[in-house]
């Protein structure tokens, strides 16, 4: 979200400023190529994933939609967020500042600080969305409709708007509020719901797996199997939380720190802005490892990209996984 560099230094330029000048250590250029492998390793992923989904019709069911929502919010990260942190990398603050403008800097800060957020919340979202599946399966169906998910991902939009607004005036307040207040609302509040929805459904499967030890009907025995899929998506998105949580916690603690210790060496926490980035990437991947029909998706999306090496490209058996595979059928309480 918000870069560590506004809470250290004013983007005017001096009067005595002659002009940008690039960094020109080796340490500069590697960080740089590291974030240009990021943007086109995150454009890739998400991209990708959202045709996937969109291409196969059977995989549009409501989860997917929160998915789709966090593919989108890391690519506005990806075009917008990660070129500007690249000059920011290779030339110091102030000439980029220089380079970029104040007022462009400025709406930059709002837009990182933006998407960030909606990519935290679409997280928040699928949990909650599990959560639902899992714990009350019968309502679920009635309750989370497509166009309810709209509405929610709206909500969620809207929600990451009022908190980068609240840049200027809590600035203008105290640096340290706002530092605060971004913790609190963007990364504390989430985490806090993501952990009583996780901990609500590993309750639920726990009482579930005694009271199967009990009962061997052939109903029964569909509504277990239906579960275990649901148990199996919460699984998964567990997964892709935990993903989350290394590679963003260490940002957000060290932007606070910053707030409050500003001769934090900017350099060393800079590493913490690259790694908040590198979660654009790693999203889309552990999805497509870990789900098993969203990997045959991307599979055939592959194949026809490389239509001479079709056939080595996707096994027959991805193919008979595929067409096959109980997860294919149009159900909301499929996988993930």
Request: proline letters at 3%; aromatic letters at 14%.
């Amino acid at each position: 979200m918000e870069v560590t560099y506004t809470n250290k230094s004013n983007t005017s330029t001096p009067e005595d400023f002659e002009g940008p000048k690039l960094i020109g250590t080796i340490g500069s250029f590697v960080r740089a190529s590291l974030i240009c492998l990021l943007i086109i390793a995150a454009l890739v992923a998400n991209i990708f994933v959202c045709l996937a989904v969109y291409k196969q019709r059977s995989a549009r069911r409501i989860t997917r939609y929160f998915i789709v929502n966090l593919c989108v919010a890391d690519v506005f990260v990806t075009v917008i967020s990660m070129p500007v942190w690249m000059i920011f990398l290779l030339f110091d603050n102030t000439s980029a500042a220089y380079l970029l403008g104040d007022t462009f800097v400025l709406i930059w800060i709002h837009v990182d600080i933006l998407c960030g957020t909606a990519s935290i919340l679409s997280l928040t979202s699928i949990s909650v969305d599990r959560y639902i599946a899992v714990t009350k399966p019968y309502s679920y169906v009635r309750f989370m409709t497509g166009k309810r998910a709209l509405h929610i991902i709206g909500v969620i939009w809207m929600y990451s708007m009022i908190v980068a607004a609240m840049n200027k005036p809590l600035k203008e307040y105290e640096i340290k509020a706002y530092a605060l207040f971004v913790m609190c609302a963007s990364f504390l509040l989430p985490l806090f719901i993501i952990i009583v929805a996780y901990g609500s459904m590993f309750r639920v499967a726990m009482r579930h797996t005694r009271d199967q030890t009990h009962r061997a009907n052939a109903e029964c025995q569909r509504h277990h199997n239906r579960f275990k899929r649901d148990l199996k998506a919460a699984k998964t998105i567990g997964f892709v939380i935990g993903t989350f949580l290394c590679c963003w916690a260490p940002f957000i603690f060290v932007s606070v720190a910053f707030a409050f210790f500003p001769e934090i060496d900017q350099v060393d926490a800079s590493f913490t802005k690259w790694l908040s980035y590198l979660n654009a990437v790693l999203s889309p991947v552990v999805y497509t490892c870990v789900d098993k029909q969203l990997r045959c998706l991307v599979w055939k999306r592959l194949s026809k990209c490389c239509p001479k090496n079709r056939k080595g490209f996707i096994s027959t058996k991805h193919e008979r996984s595929f067409a096959t595979s109980e997860y294919s059928r149009s159900t909301p309480m499929a996988i993930v």
